[in-house]
């Protein structure tokens, strides 16, 4: 499907994509085989622990609990934000880790359309993993773009530290066009959800009877 949105123009020249992580919904049904129960708000964002803590009873009355799989997209992304392509998906079990699923999708794509199509990946701080952004530029000469909140640029630490340092992650993305010049993102999704039950084989029957009742 790639390689046929490659002949049918898709793809512009500047060549900006993005990865990122979502959840599909589907009904509450245990036979869905490797699904997760988690807690959502009213605009279908996963609520993480603390927050929940911090909720009023109103805005905790107007989350519910969904059954759902994770999911990874890469897409292809006009330099004004207003047209995207999928190019490439993968629908994950509950227990797999999104920041794994993505290198596989990307060499699948460059394998069907050849070098020189991505030149910019966009990524949101849960997917950075140091050899696999390094090898992205070393094999495929594709620029990895990580942006952050201001008080992760003060601090500078842990791993996003180290890849500055490298020079392969443009950490402020200054020279992004359009909308994605002040692109934000919020924390990865999925890292901080509250998950009652993880996947229903692995779950003890308590958590998922609480979950049912909330």
Known sequence: MAALYGELGAYDSEGIFIADGSYLFVPDNKNYEGSMR????????????????????TQRDRCRWRRCYKAVFLLHADAA??????????????????????????????????RGVMKVL??????????????LKRDYGIDTVIPIRADMRRRRAGPLSALSSLGRVPIDAPSLPGPFAATAPAASHGREARAEAEEDRGCPAGQAERGTAA
Not at 91 to 114: I, N, Y
């Open 38 to 57: 988690l807690l959502f708000d009213e605009h279908n964002h996963p609520v993480g622990k603390d927050q929940e803590r911090q909720m009023t009873k």
């Open 81 to 114: 934000g207003e047209r995207f392509v999928v190019v490439g998906v993968r629908v994950l079990r509950g227990t797999d880790s999104e920041a794994t699923a993505l290198w596989p999708l990307v060499d699948t794509f460059v394998a069907s359309v050849g």
């Open 122 to 135: 966009l990524l949101d701080r849960g997917f950075i993993n140091g050899p696999q952004i390094g090898r």
